[in-house]
């Protein structure tokens, strides 16, 4: 009876041993030996929230404002690269304009400068026509009508019944008028163009070759006369002369090597007490002796 009781208690035992460690094993905790075995509070799991976290939702943020950032840079640069375009093109377009002014303003002159020297040619013809009008209204003026043949002294040259010498040597206007006189002549009194361009074909070219000849206003300013008393008919001066700039009383003929320049727009004034060469001329009488005095 004894072992039978014993034996039920064995069993208890055993039974109670057995559903506690079932119930360590549902706590997953064994106990230490040798201790009171306490109650443990079973470990919390926290959920891990679902959605975006922190950082994923800082990198988007910062992606974004990276986006925005380079279609701002895109943008602006496409925007400066219009502008600098529209301005190659309005750079373009005022090089244009201005070239077509130029080459307008070229023709302009060149059509001017053509109109011009067409002036100056009809100019020159008339003042041709005028002095040729002018040979045989001008008064006192008697030029022999050769009947035989004049030879003119040695540099003396023969034109239309007259000789003319062309002086190497330089003396003021009066000078050079008593020295006319002395050799039975007169400082070159010159009344037609032909007269005028056989003369200035006589003179050399040279820097500023002047020659007087026979005419003068001392008396009476811008009255001008010939050495004989008679007064000046039209006249042979260069553009803007006589001009009187420093008391100029007395004429002269200008050749230069401009070639431009010519015979009948050749006369300047000058003051009388300037040293140069000059033009003597003598009317011959046919038949007369041709000798000049020295």
């Not at 602006?76 to 529209?86: F, G, I, M, P």
């Not at 020295?179 to 006589?202: D, K, P, R």
């Amino acid at each position: 009876m004894s072992n039978t009781g014993g034996s039920g208690a064995g069993d208890g035992m055993y039974s109670k041993l057995i559903d506690d460690e079932a119930g360590y094993g549902e706590l997953n905790i064994r106990p230490d030996v040798g201790h009171s075995v306490h109650p443990v509070s079973p470990i919390r799991i926290i959920p891990r929230p679902s959605g975006p976290g922190p950082y994923r939702l800082a990198t988007i943020c910062l992606a974004t404002l990276c986006a925005i950032l380079l279609i701002s840079i895109i943008a602006v640069t496409a925007n400066n690269k219009n502008k600098s375009q529209k301005s190659e093109e309005t750079s373009e377009v005022q090089k244009q304009k201005q070239e077509a002014n130029v080459t307008a303003l070229m023709a302009s002159i060149s059509k001017l400068q053509q109109e011009k020297k067409k002036l100056q040619e009809e100019k020159d013809e008339l003042l041709l026509g005028l002095a040729s009008r002018r040979t045989t209204k001008a008064p006192n003026v008697i030029k022999p009508t050769p009947q035989a043949a004049i030879v003119c002294p040695t540099d003396w040259h023969l034109f239309n019944g007259s000789c003319y010498f062309i002086s190497r040597t330089t003396r003021d206007w009066p000078e050079s008028k008593s020295f006319c006189e002395s050799q039975g002549a007169h400082l070159a009194i010159i009344h037609t163009a032909e007269e005028q361009t056989f003369l200035w074909n006589l003179l050399p070219r040279g820097h500023w070759n002047a020659y007087w000849f026979g005419i003068t206003d001392e008396h009476t300013e811008d009255q001008w006369k010939w050495v004989d008393g008679t007064p000046l008919v039209g006249g042979f001066w260069e553009v803007g002369e006589p001009n009187n700039h420093i008391d100029e009383d007395c004429g002269y003929i200008v050749k230069t090597r401009v070639l431009e320049r010519v015979p009948i727009r050749s006369w300047y004034d000058a003051p009388c007490t300037m040293y140069w060469p000059f033009i003597c001329e003598k009317e011959m009488i046919p038949g007369a002796s041709t000798a000049m005095p020295h």
